[in-house]
C-alpha cells in the first residue's frame, strides 16, 4: 500500500542529494578561488557521495545516518548566507536543498516503516 510512496520519496532524495551537490559544485566554481573551493568541495561535497551507495540500494541504516551528511552543507550555506551577501542566492538554493534532501529523508523512512 505504502510502496509507491516509499519509491518517490526515495527519489526524491536521490534527486535532492544530487542537485544539491551540483548546487555547491557550481557555487564554488563561479565564486571561489581555485584553492579555496577544492578545500569546500572536500569539506560540503565528498560528504554527501559517502551514504550514496546505501540510498541506491535502499538501506534503511544509510537512511539513519545519511542526515549527517548534511550538516556541512547546511553550516556552510547558512554562514555564507549571513556573511556574504554576494553568495546569498546560492547560500539561500544550497540550504533549502539541503533542508529538502532531510525532509526526503524522513519522508522515506516514515513511508518504508508504513510499507512493512
Known amino acids: 500500500m505504502s510502496q509507491p510512496r516509499a519509491d518517490h520519496a526515495r527519489l526524491a532524495v536521490l534527486a535532492v542529494w544530487g542537485l544539491l551537490a551540483l548546487t555547491l559544485l557550481a557555487w564554488y566554481a563561479i565564486t ?3 584553492v579555496a573551493a577544492v578545500v569546500a568541495v572536500l569539506l560540503t561535497v565528498a560528504p554527501l557521495a559517502l551514504p550514496l551507495p546505501g540510498l541506491m540500494a535502499r538501506r534503511r ?18 554562514t ?15 540550504g533549502l536543498l ?16 508504513a510499507a512493512q
Open 61 to 78: 541504516r544509510s537512511y539513519r545516518w545519511a542526515p549527517l551528511t548534511l550538516a556541512p552543507a547546511m553550516t556552510w550555506s547558512l
Open 98 to 113: 539541503a533542508f529538502a534532501g532531510l525532509a526526503a529523508v524522513v519522508a522515506w523512512l516514515r513511508s518504508e516503516s
Open 80 to 94: 555564507e548566507f549571513v556573511a556574504n551577501p554576494a553568495a546569498r542566492p546560492y547560500a539561500l538554493v544550497a
Open 32 to 34: 571561489l578561488p581555485r
